[in-house]
């Protein structure tokens, strides 16, 4: 079945170190993005990436770093100079072609600082 | 630019009883609307769309939402929930441009049903 798979669906970060979450998709979609999900707050974008090679900030990308070297990959490197990292991580894609599919989504990854 | 307001961030029903979750979206261009839902530590599943057509957007699971251009809102409603339905209902809105991905979110309703 296509769809998207983040793994960790767990993961603990230390203080001062860089995470990367990952992010894999076999829907053959162009377009893959990633959210951060606070309570009370909805979904705020992170980065997103309409085709391979090329992405582009969203409103949060403070401390965070992606990159998108294959059309089915969208990794997430949460950095150091993001000070509140604790949340739940969510990665999407859709194609291309405008947003009447919708988007599909991961089950996503809880990161927690300790 | 689009934006997305869910009135509700909270909404506590009785099992059997009827629910609306309300929707209300500001755009300066014609807009395609969407309801997802999330089951605890998963991520968001389509309920419904619209994107032309009839106003009325039937669902998954028994849910349909009413498009309404005047008002600019877009509820959820069921008839009849169940124990089941108990999730977060996010609102979300795109605009039509042929080469627009971008889709904004609301904050998220919590509905609870209660036995």
């Known amino acids: 079945d296509g769809g998207i798979t983040q793994s960790p669906k767990y993961l603990f970060r230390k203080e001062g170190q860089n995470v990367t979450l990952s992010c894999e998709q076999n829907?053959?979609?162009?377009?893959m993005y990633w959210y951060r999900q606070d309570p009370g707050q909805g979904l705020r974008l992170i980065y997103y990436s309409q085709i391979v090679n090329d992405f582009q900030k969203g409103d949060i990308a403070e401390g965070y770093s992606v990159s998108r070297e294959k059309k089915e990959s969208f990794p997430l490197t949460v950095t150091s100079a993001q000070k509140n990292p604790t949340a739940f991580y969510l990665c999407a894609s859709s194609p291309t072609g405008g947003a009447s599919h919708g988007y599909t989504f991961g089950s996503g990854t809880r990161l927690t600082v300790v | 630019a689009q934006s997305v307001t869910q009135l509700d961030s909270q909404v506590p029903v009785f099992e059997e009883a009827p629910v609306e979750l309300r929707c209300n979206y500001s755009?300066?261009?014609?807009?395609?609307l969407f309801w997802y839902v999330q089951y605890p530590n998963q991520g968001l599943q389509l309920l419904l769309k619209?994107?032309?057509?009839?106003?009325l957007v039937k669902g998954i699971n028994g849910f349909e939402a009413e498009f309404n251009k005047s008002q600019t809102s877009f509820h959820l409603r069921k008839p009849s929930v169940h124990i089941s339905d108990t999730a977060e209902y996010f609102c979300a809105v795109s605009d039509r441009s042929p080469n627009n991905n971008d889709m904004r979110f609301g904050a998220g309703t919590r509905l609870t049903v209660k036995p």
């Open positions: 619209y994107l032309s057509g009839s106003t």
């Open positions: 829907l053959n979609h162009d377009a």
């Open positions: 755009s300066s261009v014609s807009v395609y």
